[in-house]
């Protein structure tokens, strides 16, 4: 059972000026581009200047390559696949009981503020907004609290290094906004940017790696600004500083990928001199420690002297009794908007394996939002293997090896696929079980098909059947392990399984075959009548991939107009990547792009988080339009 309590009884007797703040600085899309993690060619002078005073964490994680599942995680202190939180704008309800840990500092008299981004992922979002902050808004500060005296925990999120302003803004926009708040010695010039293996070298893609920088160092002044509020208020002294970002950066081969490049984030914490004793070590030195997202809740209230709910997934890695060092850090990747994924990664302190259980898609899919940028078009028209580097081509190309495994000391940028090497056996074995114990202890419900979780899940929160031992995941674990692994023979056994969920998983991984039998293909055809819509929808796509996609776009059609938009989400989008071979589907799909835009109006900006249809009507048009532009 975990240890709930060191100084509960301390605490509760402590003068509110006896107990420190906390502040959390959060960048958002920032992978560890700063001149205090060796990177010459930022210009990052304030956050640097922190570091000297803080605590440098080098081996810091988020828990997924996107910001609402991460957020899930941060707020809750638990794995988004296990609360089936996973999925971008999922919607689905988490226990109330699980108001956010912002909520219980609140009971202990600390004001809570959030400035200003939420986006926590969950269908009872605004049940946890109201209960974790005191104010959540644009202009939320710890400045806003009525009694002075009163600690407090505060958020700030900046926005300003954002893919929105990084890569989707028009550059005049961009110039405008940002670039123009730099002086004229702080701006990047983009014939000197450094250049990663994996981008080719064009104009636009320099530019664009310019403009990232740019807004990083514009980020950099935000944070300035807000230390020195500390300052000016005097009470620094006072105050414990987080730095972190909540992923790595919005750029092509970082956001949304499992690599290093997505999920290793900076963290730096800053311990004034009357709370030293709670740093792992003095100002100015690193620690190599792993540390998770699902940590960061823990941690807070450990520092501050309040009990761990018995729920909390994640460990405190500061604090008095803290936990014991991990050994691992775990990562996942599911859908994103309207791009359907599923991998699973585990990072130690030098090896990064990644389990991809729909390696017949790539990495660099099309994706609707970041492509309304210009810089993955510049990747998109150089997408060919014969020009391209092996680095290139391993974003670019249209699958992915079905385990990765890298060494990140030797290879810190992730170039390098050692899951087949002799010589690194043992750790792709040890690894590959990390993550299957993992899985299974934390009962990942990412392995559910959209659908039958949301059907599932109707009466009962995800986190309550799964973890009270009512939803089987073992059987289903199984069927996504063979995927990339199992013949063809296995995998259609699985088709032939009682058990729905089975049968998705071998609908999915015959995708990976490149040719199939015969009796395969049949078996394919009759599923196309399978009463889950997941199975119906994967032997569409396996059947349209094998050679034969006219039963299988009449059948995609069909549950295109399902009443259900998680079923026409998934149908849409498969539909989307067939293409050509899909023109059947062309006047369906213009009808599915009408009824999105009558349930979320095409003016509603993407980065509105709305509840329920609205944002899956807006993943929806996204397959239609690019599915529709595509055949002009």
């Given amino acids: 059972m975990r240890f709930l309590f060191s100084l509960l009884g301390l605490c ?81 309800a988490i226990p109330k009981s699980m108001r956010g840990f912002p909520a219980l500092l609140r009971e202990q008299g600390f004001y809570t503020s959030n400035n200003v981004k939420t986006d926590y992922n969950t269908g009872n979002y605004a049940d946890i907004i109201k209960a974790s902050w005191n104010e959540s808004s644009a202009t939320a500060h710890w400045r806003k609290r009525p009694d002075k005296a009163k600690p407090f925990f505060s958020v700030f999120n900046l926005m300003t290094s954002h893919q929105s302003r990084s890569m989707v803004w028009p550059y005049a926009r961009f110039k405008e906004e940002v670039q123009s708040t730099l002086s004229a010695g702080s701006i990047h010039d983009p014939a000197k940017v450094p250049l990663p293996p994996y981008y080719p070298d064009t104009t636009l893609i320099r530019r664009e790696l310019a403009r990232f920088y740019d807004c990083v160092t514009a980020m950099d002044l935000q944070v300035g600004a807000i230390l020195k509020q500390l300052e000016e208020d005097g009470i620094a002294e006072n105050t414990i500083v987080f730095f972190y970002s909540d992923h790595g950066s919005g750029m092509p ?18 311990f004034p001199k009357k709370w030293q004793h709670l740093a792992p070590s003095n100002p100015g030195t690193t620690t190599s420690r792993l540390v998770s997202f699902v940590d960061y809740a823990p941690t807070v209230l450990n520092l501050l002297g309040q009990p761990i709910p018995e729920a909390m997934q994640g460990e405190p890695f500061l604090g008095p009794n803290n936990a014991k060092p991990r050994r691992y850090v775990y990562g996942h990747r599911d859908r994103v908007d309207e791009v359907r994924d599923l991998s699973r990664s585990v990072r130690d302190e030098r090896y990064l394996y990644i389990r991809n259980y729909m390696p017949h898609l790539g990495y ?36 992915r090896p079905v385990e990765e495994l890298y060494d990140c000391q030797a290879d810190p940028q992730n170039l390098k696929n050692l899951a087949g090497s002799e010589a690194h056996q043992k750790t792709l074995k040890r ?14 419900l990412g392995f559910l098909p959209e659908s039958a979780a949301w059907e599932m899940f109707s009466n009962k929160t995800g986190w309550e059947l799964g973890q009270g031992g009512q939803v089987k995941m073992g059987s289903i674990h199984k069927a996504a392990a063979q995927v990339g692994m199992a013949d063809e023979s296995m995998l259609t056994k699985n088709l032939r399984s009682k058990n729905a969920n089975v049968r998705y998983w071998g609908a999915l991984g015959l995708a990976h075959h490149k040719a199939l039998q015969i009796e395969t293909k049949q078996l394919l055809r009759n599923a196309l009548n399978d009463p889950s819509p997941a199975v119906r929808i994967e032997a569409a796509n396996t059947l349209a991939r094998a050679g034969d996609p006219t039963p299988a776009i009449r059948a995609l059609i069909k549950d295109l107009a399902h009443e259900n938009l998680i079923i026409v989400t998934h149908a849409a989008r498969t539909i989307e990547l067939l293409g050509e071979a899909a023109l059947a589907a062309k006047a369906p799909m213009a009808a599915a792009l009408k009824r999105a835009e009558t349930i979320r109006p095409p003016d509603t900006p993407a980065t509105v988080v709305l509840p329920g249809d609205k944002d899956l009507a807006m993943f929806v048009s996204f397959s239609c339009r690019a599915f529709l532009d595509g055949l002009k």
């Fill in 12 to 92: 509760g007797g402590l003068l509110a000026s006896e107990r420190p703040n906390i502040l959390w600085i959060t960048a958002e899309d920032m992978s560890p581009v700063l001149g205090c993690y060796g990177d010459k060619f930022a210009v990052t002078p304030n956050i640097d200047k922190l570091a000297k005073e803080s605590v440098r964490y080098t081996k810091a994680f988020a828990s997924a390559p996107v910001c609402s599942p991460s957020r899930s995680c941060l707020i809750t202190g638990c794995y988004p696949t296990s609360l089936s939180t996973q999925q971008m704008r999922s919607g689905f």
């Fill in 253 to 270: 081969r970082h956001k949304r990928a499992l690599l290093d490049s997505g999920m290793h984030v900076p963290l730096i914490i800053r």
């Fill in 364 to 399: 660099n899919q099309p994706t609707a939002w970041p492509d309304s940028g210009e810089i993955r078009h510049d990747f998109y028209r150089m997408t060919n293997k014969e020009k391209m580097t092996a680095a290139q081509w391993h974003f670019a190309g249209p699958t």
């Fill in 431 to 444: 690894l590959r079980k990390a993550h299957r114990k993992h899985i299974t202890q934390t009962v990942d």
